[in-house]
Structures are given as structure tokens and as C-alpha cells.
């Protein structure tokens, strides 16, 4: 009696769980997503840049964003990059011992 | 008493011949359903304007949010604009595609101004609220029979604003500034919903 009084709610609640997994989600995109060519921001006009301007201001933080996330990986990658160094430093010096 | 008793049976002899007719008309399969073949200028005229008042009527309530000129806004919806529209609907430099060529009605051109891409009701000039309250409607539910699908179900409200916002700047961008707005960075991402 119970289940049957709660079939209803369980279907309902999985018919939800199951639409909203189907919502078309931005980070699918990512895989290909094409970069921002920010290096054509250099050859606009700049004297008919207008800074109060949504669409410059977007393109700036766009470009910005882009920047620093390039150097966040370059960052990391030189991190990870001394941390092997390191790392097999420190085990050719316990080979030599 | 006979004139009138003679004008109602002529009118419901009409409305027969009429429903007949068309009933017959309806069946015999001549009416050409190809997309290749336009209809004709009253089957268009009809289409159009149910179109139009419906979408005109349905979209009245619609509450425009104050910040669609956000930098935030035109990131997110710039870049689902170039992933869900911009087959349909092209981007700057861009005049045709195969969806422009076989669509019927062809998809309008969003990236030329309201009164150029052949709809004479969307005009989306600046702070042109019905017009914007127009595209929030049609990108949200779609349009039957048109090719144009409802994304509400798979997008929230946010995310179709975005959109929005990024149509209406879409008109006056060149292609380098659309490729640096479209491009799906990990802040059109954060801002998506």
C-alpha cells in the first residue's frame, strides 16, 4: 500500500533528475572551444575604442581572463616542471649513495 | 419574412460549400508541403500574422532585466549564440548557409538590424523593449513548424537573457570582435547560469 502511495512521487523525482541532466550545459562545449584571438584587439582602432562600451569592456575581460588563465598554466606547468626536476634530483643523488 | 428565410439559406448553403470545399481540398493532397516551395501570399500573410500576434501577446508580460548591457551578459550569450544560433542565424561575414538556403521561412539574418533582415516586427533597435521581450519569447519556446526549437526547456532564464543581451550588440560587431566575444573562455562558463 505504502509502495504504491510512493511510486508516484519516486517517478515524478526521477523524471526530474532525468530532464535536468538533459539541460545543455556550457562546459560541454569546452572540449572544442575555440580561444579568443586577442591578438586582433592590437590591430583595431584604438582611438575609436570607447572603454564605456559593453561590447570593449567584454573583449577586455574576455582577453584578461584569457591571459591570466595562459599564465596559470604556464605557472603550473613550471611548477610541475621543477617539481620533477626535484624529484629526480633527489633520486639520482640516492642512486649515487 | 421570405427575404430573410432566403439570405439564411444562402448563408448556410455558403458555409456548406465552403466546408466542403475546403474539407475536399484538404484531403485531395495538392497543397505543396515542400519547404522548397513558398506558400502563397494569403497561406503567408495568415501564418505571419497569426505568428506575430501570438508571439506579441504572449510576450506583453515579460519583466526586461535592468543589467543586459552587462560585459558578464554578452560573454555568456555570445557564446551560446555562436553554438545553438549561429548555423540558422550566421555571424558577421557570413551571408548564407545551408540552413538559410533550405529552412523555409528562412531564419532571419541577426546579425543585420531588425528592419534589414526582413521582418518588418523586429526591429531591435536599442532599448526597443517589445522587440527585445519578442526574442526573449522566441528563443525561450521556439516557433511551430518553423525550424526554430524552444531551448526554455534545457536553459534557464538567465541563460536565454544572456542571450538576448548578446543580439542586441550583434548587428554593429565585426568578425574579430564577435570571434573574441563567441569564444568560450572559463568566463562565459561561470557566467552560463
Known amino acids: 500500500m505504502k509502495t504504491k502511495r510512493f511510486t508516484p512521487i519516486i517517478a515524478l523525482a526521477a523524471l526530474g533528475i532525468a530532464l535536468s541532466a538533459q539541460a545543455h550545459d556550457p562546459k560541454e562545449h569546452m572540449k572544442d572551444a575555440e580561444k579568443p584571438d586577442c591578438a586582433a584587439m592590437k590591430n583595431m582602432d584604438h582611438s575609436k575604442m570607447d572603454m564605456n562600451d559593453p561590447v570593449m569592456q567584454a573583449m577586455m575581460k574576455q582577453c584578461m581572463n584569457d591571459m591570466h588563465h595562459n599564465d596559470s598554466e604556464k605557472d603550473q606547468a613550471q611548477a610541475d616542471h621543477q617539481d620533477n626536476e626535484k624529484s629526480s634530483g633527489e633520486q639520482h643523488s640516492e642512486h649515487q649513495h | ?193
Open chain 2, 1 to 193: 419574412m421570405s427575404a430573410l428565410t432566403t439570405f439564411i439559406k444562402s448563408l448556410v448553403i455558403t458555409a456548406v460549400i465552403v466546408l466542403v470545399g475546403g474539407g475536399l481540398f484538404l484531403y485531395s493532397g495538392l497543397y505543396p508541403m515542400g519547404a522548397d516551395v513558398p506558400h502563397n501570399r494569403l497561406t503567408y500573410w495568415l501564418l505571419e500574422t497569426l505568428r506575430e500576434r501570438s508571439v506579441a501577446r504572449a510576450a506583453s508580460d515579460i519583466k526586461l532585466p535592468g543589467d543586459l548591457n552587462a560585459p558578464e551578459r554578452l560573454l555568456a550569450g555570445g557564446a551560446d549564440y555562436n553554438d545553438m544560433c549561429a548555423g540558422c542565424h550566421l555571424k558577421p561575414g557570413k551571408t548564407q548557409s545551408d540552413f538559410t538556403l533550405g529552412l523555409y521561412p528562412a531564419p532571419p539574418n541577426l546579425t543585420l538590424a531588425g528592419d534589414k533582415h526582413g521582418h518588418e516586427h523586429a526591429d531591435n533597435t536599442e532599448n526597443d523593449d517589445p522587440a527585445i521581450k519578442r526574442q526573449f519569447w522566441i528563443i525561450k519556446h521556439g516557433i511551430k513548424a518553423s525550424g526554430m526549437p524552444a531551448w526554455g526547456p534545457g536553459h534557464d532564464d538567465e541563460r536565454i537573457w544572456n542571450m538576448v543581451a548578446f543580439l542586441q550588440r550583434l548587428p554593429r560587431l565585426t568578425a574579430e570582435q564577435y570571434q573574441i566575444l563567441t569564444a568560450r573562455s572559463n568566463s562565459s562558463v561561470e557566467h552560463g547560469h
